[in-house]
């Protein structure tokens, strides 16, 4: 932030709606910036646009120029992909707490886009008990997702807006 503040420059935010719908997102680490640009991308969106990006810098083009002006095999290194997700402050890995983010992010998709309850959830075929951890976590989670940087809205349903929750007076939706 400091650069940002001598050059004017902007700082990205990187939290995707997954973690920020579960509150797996740090203030000051994947919230840290002026404008978040995936906080309404789930995270198995995230890596399938990952991989999209990836497939044409992989079409070997001819090699003109200097060796900082060559193209790139893969702008997004295959080890950023392929790691597990961590937690903040060496904390657990996300999948020693959540469901797979295949699973997850089918539970979130209907619980926060499509206002699905519990028990139709569960009667999709998704786990009872990862449904419950999931609803928790996303209506505890409200107070850091009103600390978040702005962002793009590009599902029917985003954080903000369209969705919030008291933070206040112990509410339980």
């Given at each position: 932030?400091?650069?940002?503040?001598?050059?004017?420059?902007?700082?990205?935010?990187?939290?995707?709606?997954?973690?920020?719908?579960?509150?797996?997102?740090?203030l000051y680490g994947d919230l840290?910036?002026?404008?978040?640009?995936?906080?309404?991308?789930?995270?198995?969106?995230?890596?399938?646009?990952?991989?999209?990006?990836?497939?044409?810098?992989?079409?070997?083009?001819?090699?003109?120029?200097?060796?900082?002006?060559?193209?790139?095999?893969?702008?997004?290194?295959?080890?950023?992909?392929?790691?597990?997700?961590?937690?903040?402050?060496?904390?657990?890995?996300?999948?020693?707490?959540?469901?797979?983010?295949?699973?997850?992010?089918?539970?979130?998709?209907?619980?926060?886009?499509?206002?699905?309850?519990?028990?139709?959830?569960?009667?999709?075929?998704?786990?009872?008990?990862?449904?419950?951890?999931?609803?928790?976590?996303?209506?505890?989670?409200?107070?850091?997702?009103?600390?978040?940087?702005?962002?793009?809205?590009?599902?029917?349903r985003a954080f903000g807006r369209d969705r919030?929750?008291?933070?206040?007076?112990?509410?339980?939706?």
């Amino acid at each position: 932030m400091a650069l940002s503040n001598k050059f004017g420059w902007i700082v990205l935010a990187t939290g995707n709606k997954s973690e920020m719908s579960v509150g797996y997102t740090t203030l000051y680490g994947d919230l840290a910036g002026g404008f978040a640009v995936i906080k309404d991308v789930f995270k198995t969106l995230v890596y399938s646009l990952c991989a999209w990006r990836n497939s044409p810098a992989a079409v070997v083009a001819p090699v003109v120029g200097p060796p900082q002006h060559r193209p790139v095999a893969s702008p997004i290194p295959s080890s950023i992909i392929e790691r597990a997700p961590l937690r903040s402050s060496g904390r657990p890995r996300d999948e020693d707490s959540l469901p797979p983010y295949d699973v997850l992010d089918r539970i979130l998709k209907g619980y926060v886009e499509l206002d699905q309850s519990r028990e139709q959830l569960i009667a999709q075929g998704l786990p009872e008990a990862e449904v419950d951890r999931a609803i928790r976590l996303v209506d505890h989670a409200e107070y850091k997702r009103r600390q978040a940087p702005p962002g793009i809205k590009v599902s029917t349903r985003a954080f903000g807006r369209d969705r919030r929750m008291p933070i206040t007076n112990r509410y339980r939706g």
